[in-house]
């Protein structure tokens, strides 16, 4: 029997299963520690595919109201190329329904997105830098002032980004302020009207969600939190609407990968002024 015929099942990825799918990841160049795995594991749901060898395969989404976002989709790389990609995903589109999947497709996987119906809104724009700048202060648009965020406006700023992405970010953000070094918040009138957070991930760390309701109050979190890890690498994953791509490579980090935000259905509609402008990360959308 060739490897092709063992038989393959799927069934609910477990805590077990996290050291061997860190390993997966690791075999295609993914960045994700073994932490990253097990804080995503802890907010979303995952499926596993394997045969009498081991996992060969996984995919994770996490609910988040009316949506759901599809993430971590990998397949050993010795059984690419045999539909077990595509198996991966109808699983979990089987399980998740009738929520719209989303997702954030490299340009290897977009093809077989697009196959089963996902069509492009956004295009997400990946900076990094082994070394983060040191930069001057960003000034402020009048009215507006910077603060260190704190448990007391956590309900707010949940209420912001499930208004700045169209979908319930309850879970998801509650999770993200746990493990988060630093948190910023733009305050107007006494409103939370913006927010970023840096927190570990990958090969050191990584800025994101920044929501806010402009390229300028998004520059002014961004420098804020920049100022506070200055020489360490650093990520981002910024929106080409945000139109922040170009600046982030004028200032010292620059765009390493291009990807495309997918939906199945109708894209999420922001509510309010604010805006996502980088991302939680790309699992997450």
């Known amino acids: 029997m060739s490897i092709a015929e063992v038989p393959i099942r799927f069934r609910p990825m477990v805590t077990e299963d996290l050291i061997h799918a860190h390993e997966l990841s690791r075999a295609v160049g993914w960045p994700h520690r073994l932490q990253d795995w097990q804080w995503i594991h802890h907010v979303s749901q995952g499926i596993v595919a394997e045969d009498a060898h081991g996992i060969l395969g996984t995919a994770l989404c996490c609910l988040q109201g009316d949506y759901v976002s599809l993430g ?76 260190e965020i704190t448990s007391q406006h956590f309900p707010q700023l949940i209420e912001l980004a499930s208004s700045a992405t169209g979908m319930n970010r309850g879970l998801v953000l509650a999770a993200l302020l746990k493990i988060s070094q630093y948190v910023i918040g733009i305050e107007r009138d006494r409103q939370q009207v913006g927010f970023a957070l840096l927190r570990p991930f990958g090969r050191g760390l990584a800025i994101g969600p920044v929501v806010a309701e402009s390229a300028e109050q998004a520059k002014v979190l ?18 080409h609407s945000s139109g922040l791509s170009n600046w982030l490579t004028d200032i010292g980090i620059p765009q390493t990968d291009k990807v495309a935000q997918m939906v199945k259905g109708s894209p999420p509609i922001p509510l309010g002024n604010a805006l996502q402008m980088a991302l939680a990360n790309q699992a997450l959308c």
């Open 72 to 147: 971590l989709v990998i397949v050993d790389v010795r059984r690419q190329g045999q539909g077990l990609g595509r198996k991966l995903v109808d699983q979990v589109l089987n399980h998740t329904s009738p929520r719209t999947p989303l997702l954030v497709a490299t340009p290897q996987g977009a093809p077989l997105y697009s196959s089963q119906g996902f069509i492009t809104y956004e295009h997400i724009h990946q900076h990094q830098t082994a070394s983060a700048p040191a930069l001057p202060h960003h000034e402020l648009p009048v009215g507006h002032t910077l603060h």
């Open 222 to 239: 961004i420098v804020a939190l920049l100022s506070r890890v200055a020489g360490q690498f650093v990520r981002l994953d910024v929106t």
